[in-house]
């Protein structure tokens, strides 16, 4: 949520044969396409992810390698929020609102305005108002049934879920939190989203940050991103650990969820 030219990330395995799938650009919400007024509309982002599946699950070319019982999805920051959304989590506005009036950090700092992003480009944005957000399509319910098992990491609007649609999700939600202990940010913590999942696990990658969830940066890629105005460390993990040791333990702990929760329907 806090790195502004990455909003999220989603994968799926829905395939007879485990395949990954991923996700579509949200415009509004996307790399060098990102503003604080679009951040919170994810009603459009769930619909998206509905859209894809209807797609490959009709289409002559892939549906017959697509498992409709064995659908999963993977997602990363405001990718895992959605994911969350369209496995039935509901959100609070007013919840979330009186979050971000004492938190000033991360989602919070970003709808204060200032800077947004359109055609991968800076642009200058007011601040806001998270009460004047369209109450009821925040809040709606945007559950999709086909989905049968969802990993979920770093999932943004942490704070805004209401517990009861957690306590009624049935199927598997595994949360994975990089990094440990108070190292990680109120905005996208999860053990307490695990703690009211009936079937939640939670797990947590020691000497990761959240921005080691995005690829490796080449040479010189920090001073790039500097120059260009970006604020976040994006490049700097920060705790003596490789980016690339990162990747492989949080690969591993996706696929075991994944290849956990959908096995057992085959």
């Not at 957690?166 to 989203?193: C, D, K, Q, R, Y």
């Not at 040791?245 to 696929?255: N, P, T, Y």
């Amino acid at each position: 949520m806090q790195n502004r030219r990455k909003t999220g990330v989603y994968g799926w395995a829905l395939a007879k044969a485990g395949f990954i799938v991923a996700g579509p650009n949200h415009p509004g919400t996307t790399s060098g396409d990102s503003t604080p007024a679009d951040t919170p509309k994810l009603w459009e982002r769930t619909h998206d992810l509905s859209a894809v599946i209807d797609r490959l699950t009709t289409d002559p070319h892939w549906s017959g390698a697509i498992d409709k019982d064995r659908i999963g999805v993977v997602g990363f920051s405001l990718g895992g929020a959605a994911a969350m959304e369209i496995t039935g989590a509901r959100a609070n506005l007013e919840a979330y609102a009186r979050y971000c009036d004492s938190y000033k950090k991360w989602d919070c700092a970003w709808y204060a305005g200032r800077r947004g992003y359109v055609d991968d480009k800076p642009v200058e944005v007011d601040k806001v108002d998270l009460r004047k957000v369209d109450r009821v399509r925040f809040e709606q319910s945007n559950l999709d049934r086909r989905i049968k098992s969802a990993v979920l990491v770093d999932p943004g609007l942490a704070q805004a879920y209401d517990a009861q649609s957690l306590n009624e999700i049935a199927i598997p939600m595994n949360f994975i939190n990089l990094g440990s202990g108070g190292t990680i940010p109120a905005a996208v913590i999860a053990s307490g989203l695990a703690a009211l999942s009936p079937n939640g696990s939670y797990a947590t990658i020691a000497g990761a940050d959240h921005f080691s969830f995005l690829p490796e940066c080449k040479q010189g890629a920090a001073a790039l991103l500097k120059s260009f105005g970006e604020v976040d460390p994006i490049c700097d993990d920060g705790n003596g650990r490789s980016r690339a040791d990162v990747h492989s333990e949080l690969i591993k702990l996706v696929r075991e969820a994944l290849w956990r929760s959908l096995k057992e329907r085959s």
